[in-house]
């Protein structure tokens, strides 16, 4: 590694907080899935033989390589891989040996700094934001995938064939994209309003259908439920960004949000569409409708409200419905917290991008390229995507007859979850992981759940997804400097205006004022030029 590109690694440690302060986005390792399969492994034979075999490939031949290939591959594990199914399995379909090395999600991030600064990468590694790779991938420490992409055919139809908007919305200056994307891995529905159905059934409540109605009920529970306060809330001042969906006003990179009837990025805290939100909490809140710590309430607080009489509807991910169900249920097993319609003039939800390159999955631009570059490909086509998310068919799981995955080896565990199935195969490892298949338990939805999917993809209820911008080093640090300073005050102006009672139009208008002083034109201008580069790049 030259002095340059150790100076750039040592130096992306400063800016990475500035970075993320901007990121659309990234993923963070508490939430990601990862996991492991198991099999013995020998040598393939003819490439015909093993493609019918394995499934489709997508077009490539199996085996991948024509000499023994040993690839190093840094992800994030908590436990030992190398002894498990998955890597025995790659290498006999593949011929590539893999040397996984793993590290906790708690150090991970340390050890890559460290790997980085070496200067010896691992052929294959992830952990880097999309900024910091553009950066050492133009100094050539890892490799621009699309250079490649004659061999790789699987990335060509998803990257180049399907979504040619990707290299133009996460590339660099110069066309070049630096991180293997992951195609398709989150679920339509993953969070949003949900309500006890019990209390409501039991009181002839019917679910609502729009605001006016959600307020009728929230009335209704207090008159029977004086001591109460129906809606709570557990995440503080993202509140605002939670529900802004609802009033058109969401987006990846809240509190920038894209105006698809204007073709605009505005500031959404300075919007009329804000203050109509901002007036419907203000009433609930004034009429004790709303839990008047719903900005300082903790998760222990809120989970106890959320369990007995104290609250009956809330915003959250939808794991909740079965957990609180499973917390509770031996006191009080009519206990029912189901999915509830969307609140806000829109009726609508979050969008979940299709495409996510946030991981920062690189390879490193070494002897091993076109291999570990043809290791991926194989991993993002049905035939890899199927083993490295459900396994082996016939050894490790077989399907029953509803199309879902059974283990064998697993029926003493109560929860098949992608946890288990990483401990115990290597199944779901992070950053290798890259088209998750569908058929995977991560996609076995409990009833409430698939309730949830339902009510929404049935209705459409979602808001259209914003362009995904490509903003440069010089943009992302001017965005994060006007954004910290926008989103302390846009913070602190929604709860004074929500908890004053005296506050009202004369104090809309002087916030507005107040943020053109801190920037908010110039915050968006930025996204506006890059969506203009965007735009231009689409003709």
């Not at 600064?117 to 952990?127: E, M, N, Q, R, V």
């Not at 009837?261 to 505005?266: C, G, Q, R, S, Y």
């Not at 401990?423 to 490892?429: F, N, S, T, V």
């Amino acid at each position: 590694m030259s002095k340059k590109l150790m100076t750039v690694v040592l130096a992306l440690t400063l800016v990475a907080s500035m970075l993320a302060a901007c990121s659309s986005n990234g993923n963070s390792g508490g939430n990601s899935p990862s996991a492991a399969l198991t099999q013995s492994a020998t040598p393939t034979g003819d490439g015909g033989e093993a493609a019918n075999q394995y499934g489709d490939t997508g077009g490539l031949t199996l085996p991948l390589v024509d000499k023994p290939t040993t690839l190093t591959w840094m992800l994030v594990s908590d436990n030992p891989v190398n002894d498990k199914m998955i890597v025995k399995e790659i290498e006999k379909r593949t011929g590539i040996k893999l040397n996984i090395q793993n590290y906790s999600s708690a150090t991970y991030q340390d050890k890559l700094r460290v790997t980085l600064a070496s200067g010896k990468l691992p052929d294959i590694f992830h952990g880097l934001k999309p900024a910091e790779l553009k950066k050492i991938g133009q100094q050539n420490a890892v490799v621009a995938i699309n250079d490649y992409t004659d061999m790789l055919p699987n990335f060509k139809k998803l990257y180049i064939d399907e979504n040619p908007s990707v290299i133009a919305s996460h590339g660099d200056q110069n066309g070049k994209l630096y991180s293997w994307p992951i195609y398709n891995m989150n679920r339509d529905v993953n969070h949003g309003m949900m309500f006890r159905k019990d209390i409501f059934d039991k009181h002839g409540i019917p679910e609502w259908t729009n605001t006016d109605e959600f307020y009728e009920a929230l009335k209704k529970l207090k008159e029977l439920y004086p001591n109460s306060y129906p809606m709570a809330s557990k995440t503080k001042e993202y509140i605002f960004r939670d529900l802004a969906y609802g009033w058109g006003l969401g987006s990846a990179n809240y509190p920038a949000y894209y105006d698809e009837a204007e073709k605009l990025w505005k500031f959404a805290s300075t919007q009329p569409k804000h203050k109509e939100m901002l007036d419907f909490l203000k009433k609930l809140y004034d009429e004790k409708l709303l839990d008047p710590e719903f900005l300082t309430d903790t998760p222990d607080s809120w989970t106890s409200k959320m369990t007995t009489d104290k609250s009956f509807v809330t915003w959250d991910w939808i794991g909740r419905l079965d957990l609180f169900y499973n917390q509770i249920s031996a006191e009080n097993p009519e206990y029912d917290m189901r999915y509830a319609n969307p609140i806000g003039p829109t009726g609508n939800i979050r969008t979940l991008a299709k495409i996510d390159t946030n991981f920062g999955i690189a390879v490193a631009n070494n002897q091993n390229k076109e291999a570990a570059l043809k290791l991926l490909d194989y991993l993002t086509s049905p035939s890899g995507a199927a083993l490295v998310t459900l396994g082996v068919e016939g050894e490790t799981f077989n399907f029953d007859e509803n199309g879902k995955p059974v283990y064998p080896e697993l029926t003493d565990v109560p929860l098949i979850d992608i946890k288990v199935l990483e401990d115990r195969y290597g199944l779901w490892l992070e950053g290798m992981y890259l088209a998750p298949d569908r058929r995977s338990v991560y996609y076995n939805f409990t009833e409430k759940e698939q309730e949830a999917q339902d009510k929404i993809l049935s209705a459409n209820k979602f808001e259209p997804m914003d362009p995904e911008l490509n903003l440069t080093d010089e943009e992302i640090a001017i965005a994060a400097e006007y954004q910290v300073a926008l989103e302390k005050a846009a913070n602190e102006f929604n709860a004074k205006y929500i908890l004053n009672k005296s506050y009202g139009e004369k104090e809309w208008t002087e916030w507005q004022k107040t943020a053109e002083k801190l920037g908010a034109s110039k915050y968006m201008e930025v996204y506006n030029a890059a969506q203009k580069r965007l735009d231009a790049s689409a003709k």
